[in-house]
T-cell receptor
Framework: DVKVTQSSRYLVKRTGEKVFLECVQD?????MFWYRQDPGLGLRLIYF???????EKGDIPEGYSVSREKKERFSLILESASTNQTSMYLC??????????????FGPGTRLTVT | KNQVEQSPQSLIILEGKNCTLQ??????????LRWYKQDTGRGPVSLTI?????NTKSNGRYTATLDADTKQSSLHITASQLSDSASYIC??????????FGKGTSLLVTP
């Protein structure tokens, strides 16, 4: 089974702190994604990466950055957390080489609260 | 603009009853359509996936249908169980990496 893990289920940070959210997948997938999910808005793509050291902006990249130094790991960074970044953050991975349907497998999510 | 609209926004049904969730989309070009189930506080899990040529796909008590001409899909849940309480998300893929997400239907199954 594909397994996508995220470093924390719940996280509480203060405004202005630098926040790291880590995601690891064990299926050798090329593609990895970071989403945020808010009530009434659904899932929105923040950033994605289709290869090591490659990254592409999604729909709402402002206030975020990402890092992918190894194929299995994709980090989301909030340089200076703000209260409007309180949300559920979901990581996903996919393999277009093995699955042209672009099936994405999601991690369990990190509920981030910025106070 | 690619859009995915789901209805109803929320639904409450009695255990054992059937229900149908709707998804309308304007995504073009169309590649495939998925239904995900998301339990509270968890990540989404794929239920079904359909390509252009498929008009129905089942996964246990879940049956998805697709009408590519009218750009509509439905998810039918038969003999609902308490564990079916979750959010159901319709996701439509064009070509490439990007997925287009609906906002989900929140289903509550009561005893």
């Amino acid at each position: 089974d594909v397994k996508v893990t995220q470093s924390s289920r719940y996280l509480v940070k203060r405004t202005g702190e630098k926040v790291f959210l880590e995601c690891v997948q064990d299926m050798d997938h090329e593609n990895m994604f970071w989403y945020r999910q808010d009530p009434g808005l659904g899932l929105r793509l923040i950033y994605f990466s289709y290869d090591v050291k490659m990254k592409e902006k999604g729909d709402i990249p402002e206030g975020y950055s990402v890092s992918r130094e190894k194929k299995e790991r994709f980090s989301l960074i909030l340089e200076s957390a703000s209260t409007n970044q309180t949300s559920m953050y979901l990581c996903a991975s996919s393999s277009t080489l093995r699955d042209p349907s672009y099936e994405q497998y999601f991690g369990p999510g990190t509920r981030l609260t910025v106070t | 603009k690619n859009q995915v609209e789901q209805s109803p926004q929320s639904l409450i049904i009695l255990e054992g009853k059937n229900c149908t969730l709707q998804c309308n989309y304007t995504v073009s070009p169309f590649s495939n359509l998925r239904w995900y189930k998301q339990d509270t506080g968890r990540g989404p899990v794929s239920l079904t996936i359909m390509t252009f040529s498929e008009n129905t796909k089942s996964n246990g008590r879940y049956t998805a249908t697709l009408d590519a001409d009218t750009k509509q899909s439905s998810l039918h849940i038969t003999a609902s169980q308490l564990s079916d309480s979750a959010s159901y998300i319709c996701v439509v893929s064009a070509t490439g990496y990007a997925l287009n997400f609906g906002k989900g239907t929140s289903l509550l199954v009561t005893p």
